[in-house]
């Protein structure tokens, strides 16, 4: 497995299915949460959890409408829950949807307190998307942090006295070892070093596509503000660990298909457990912003985020992924300014 270590990753994923995350249970009512792709895998399996625990609303981004429905008819049969599950459409790969999307959320949500960014891709050979983006990069780096930077005004509104809203963005463990092209360090814009079909490797471009999530949000934080009380939003990054997902559904060829299914059945884990990680990461009260959460706890920044070079990279990729994103959704300079413009009128009405 090239860009990353095959034998700790085996290590890692073997550790994780036999000892299974903690499976809180808050108590959620009255909170509105809003999970992206979650008519399958462990989007549905949170989704399932937060109507369990007394969500008052939740609703299911996903892609197929049609699909999204069976979801929620199935959660509701498992819960008992009616009128709780809505089904609205979000194309992760087209930034016009994405943009319809928030405008609903801006119009018909009165109160947003979670949002988990969980819809993501894994394609193994190269496959550039509208915007001329690699379709990893483009939805697991580019349009996760454009959502990001969208919902910020709604979840930002949304604190109260008592509860302050999370934004989970669902990234991996494979962030921690990915090795770094040397390129990047050194190029203008290091989202293009990977973005090209030439010597593709599709597993390595998952793991570099959350090593640069994981980028974006330092960057991300360091806007808002290294604290809740100054962000106005707890910003976690989560991982669900290796699960039986459908994260690379279509790509594989026959060969790889059979070793995922031996690998499928005895070392990944069932979808619940990786679900209990996103309802862990809505109650962590402020420890798990600009933090790493898995396993039940927030993990120390990896090797891969620290250290001059690397932290010299994540401001590159920053203000790569901001210009790549101004160029198609201008927007997102005017969320960033009265976002920063809130944060010091705030500061300076405590002082």
């Known amino acids: 497995m090239s860009g990353i270590g095959t034998l700790p990753w085996l290590l890692a994923i073997a550790h994780d299915r036999l000892h299974p995350p903690p499976d809180p249970k808050p108590d959620l009512t009255n909170r509105t949460i809003l999970i992206t792709g979650a008519n399958t895998g462990v989007g549905f399996e949170a989704a399932l959890k937060f109507v369990s625990l007394n969500a008052s609303r939740v609703i299911l981004a996903v892609r197929s409408l049609s699909k999204g429905e069976t979801a929620r008819t199935e959660i509701e049969k498992r819960t008992g829950r009616k009128g709780v599950v809505e089904v609205w459409a979000l194309e992760m790969g087209d930034y016009a949807s994405i943009k319809d999307f928030v405008g609903r959320v801006e119009r018909e949500v009165e109160r947003l307190d979670v949002a988990v960014l969980n819809a993501g891709v894994a394609k193994l050979g190269f496959e550039a998307g509208q915007y001329g983006w690699e379709g990893t990069l483009q939805v697991n780096t580019l349009s996760t942090a454009l959502l990001a930077l969208l919902l910020l005004p709604k979840l930002r509104a949304s604190r109260t006295a008592d509860s302050t809203p999370v934004l989970e963005l669902v990234s991996s463990g494979n962030h921690t070892q990915v090795q770094i092209n040397p390129s990047a360090h050194t190029a203008p814009s290091p989202l293009e070093v990977y973005n090209s079909p030439t ?99 927030v993990d120390e920044p990896a090797p891969t985020l620290t250290g001059p070079e690397n932290e010299k990279l994540q401001e590159k990729v920053w203000e790569d992924i901001l210009r790549i994103l101004r160029k198609d959704v201008p927007e997102v300079d005017g969320v960033l300014a009265s976002v920063a413009a809130a944060t010091s009128e705030e500061g300076r009405s405590k002082d």
């Open 199 to 297: 010597a593709y490797d599709g597993l390595a471009q998952y793991s570099i596509s959350k090593l640069f999530l994981q980028f974006f949000q330092t960057g991300l934080v360091r806007h808002l503000g290294a604290s809740v009380q100054q962000a106005g939003v707890e910003v976690v990054t989560i991982c669900p660990g290796a699960t039986k997902s459908e994260l690379a559904r279509g790509d594989l060829p026959l060969a790889l298909r059979v070793f995922q299914k031996v690998f499928y059945y005895v070392l990944m884990k069932p979808t619940e457990q990786g679900a209990r990680t996103y309802v862990g990461g809505v109650e962590l009260k402020g420890r798990g912003h600009g933090g790493f959460f898995r396993y039940g706890r």
